[in-house]
């Protein structure tokens, strides 16, 4: 069964602050991967899109990397902010056909306080 | 509009209730998809809308469940004889091209605020 793990389930850390987010997916085939953020109350934004080929993408302050032969992918957020408390979620698409839906994590809520 | 807006933003209901949910995409998107998220769950994939070829219905939890896209534009979500499992978080995503369901590598999906439902 296509799943996508995600850990910890939650972490609080202190502003300015380097944190790494988990992602651990058995998909396969293998697409591409994404990070999410979700703000509470609003719809999940993109933050990065990988394909199998790539090993690490950034977004400002955000840098995925990818290792699809262990099927892991993190999140790193550099100097936190307290803006960057919500939700991030790692989604997994698992075809090239595009015919099989996206498979979501449950997500890590972040926690960023002064 | 600027974004995916979706309405109402909240939503209770009884039990038994027929409950529509709408979603507004961004202009000129061809694809439109349907998730509910529920709680301390990850998104769940419903229905998927890619211009005018027929809707891919296979997420959807139930026949109580349905949706239609009118015009290649507004999209309702209808969930009929309301059940308390359905109180959830529904969100709608769209976005400019798809290929497939799923939408491709480099096709992002964007997400509406979402459409909290209770069933009491």
């Known amino acids: 069964k296509n799943q996508v793990e995600q850990s910890p389930q939650s972490l609080i850390i202190l502003e300015g602050k380097n944190c790494t987010l988990q992602?651990?997916?058995?998909?396969?085939?293998?697409?591409?991967l994404r990070w999410y953020k979700q703000d509470t109350g609003r719809g999940p934004v993109s933050l990065t899109i990988?394909?199998?080929?790539?090993n690490t993408k950034s977004n400002g302050r955000y840098t995925a990397t990818l290792d699809a032969d262990t099927k892991q992918s993190s999140l790193h957020i550099t100097a936190s902010q307290l803006s960057d408390s919500a939700s991030y979620i790692c989604v997994v698409s698992p075809d090239f056909s595009g015919n099989t839906p996206l498979v979501f994590g449950k997500g890590t809520r972040l926690s960023v306080i002064a | 509009g600027a974004g995916v807006s979706q309405s109402p933003s909240n939503k209770v209901t009884e039990k038994g209730k027929d409950v529509e949910l709408r979603c507004d995409p961004i202009s000129g998107h061809t694809a439109l998809y349907w998730y509910r998220q529920s709680l301390g769950q990850g998104l769940e994939f419903l229905i998927y809308f890619q211009g005018n070829s027929a809707p891919d219905k296979s997420g959807l939890p139930s026949d109580r469940f349905s949706a239609e896209r009118t015009g290649g534009s507004v999209s309702t979500l209808t969930i009929q004889r309301t059940q308390q499992e359905d109180s959830a978080v529904y969100l709608c995503a769209s976005s400019l091209v798809s290929w497939g369901v799923a939408g491709g590598p480099y096709n992002e999906q964007f997400f509406g605020p979402g459409t909290r439902l209770t069933v009491l």
């Open positions: 992602c651990n997916y058995t998909v396969s085939p293998f697409s591409n």
């Open positions: 990988m394909t199998f080929s790539e």
